[in-house]
């Protein structure tokens, strides 16, 4: 459920898909190698191939680009792993943002500290949390399928849960990565679903 959009993620439909595709990979190289505070469009015109002209006209600033490149990953195909268990699936959930949250520097931990300075990059930013906690949902369905969990719990609070202590450690307190905290934020995650913490009351 990382909000880092992978290079690349636009599906291909003609000259401007591609441009489109062009650019938001070169966003995301741009902010993996350099950070959101040295994004600029023209280095983003440069590394794309794209004319700078064409990058002003449709992106007209970083704010632009990267509300775009939030966008995009509606369009991704990412879905959660599928492990057998609500504990294994969650836990593989959490490495997934570990790993996103302690790129160096982060693109996730850009566009997350973007949103804080743009409105209009915190709206694009829940759209995207919106889009991936509905992927996520499947995780819960297979659970209650599975009979591991009630079909009345609230899948959002749950996955809430169980991925929140890697943004609080991570992001929020900026502590080292932790190889064994998205297993334990899982379990713990499990265990609270387990007591009935999460149901729709």
Same mark, same amino acid.
């Given at each position: 459920?990382?909000?880092? &959009? &992978? &290079? ?26 350099? +950070? ?54 969650? =836990? ?12 160096? &520097? ?40 599975? +009979? ?43 265990? =609270?679903?387990?007591? +009935? ?5």
């Amino acid at each position: 459920m990382s909000p880092a &959009p &992978p &290079p690349g993620s636009v599906r291909p439909g003609g000259r401007t898909a591609r441009t489109r595709a062009r650019v938001l990979a070169a966003v995301s190289a741009e902010l993996a190698e350099n +950070g959101y505070d040295a994004l600029t469009v023209d280095a983003v015109a440069a590394r794309s191939g794209v004319h700078r002209t064409t990058v002003y006209r449709r992106w007209r600033d970083v704010g632009g680009l990267l509300t775009d490149l939030l966008d995009a990953t509606t369009a991704d195909d990412w879905q959660p792993a599928d492990t057998g268990s609500l504990r294994g699936d969650l =836990a593989a959930l959490n490495r997934e943002v570990q790993a996103a949250l302690t790129e160096r &520097p982060s693109v996730a931990a850009a566009v997350i500290a973007a949103s804080f300075r743009s409105a209009e990059n915190a709206r694009a930013l829940r759209r995207m949390w919106q889009d991936r906690y509905a992927r996520c949902g499947v995780i819960v369905d297979r659970a209650v399928e599975r +009979g591991e969990l009630p079909p009345d719990v609230d899948a959002r609070a749950l996955l809430v849960a169980a991925t929140a202590p890697l943004y609080h450690e991570l992001v929020l307190l900026g502590t080292p990565p932790d190889p064994g905290l998205p297993d334990r934020a899982a379990e713990s995650a499990v265990l =609270a679903a387990s007591a +009935g913490a999460f149901t729709r009351s």
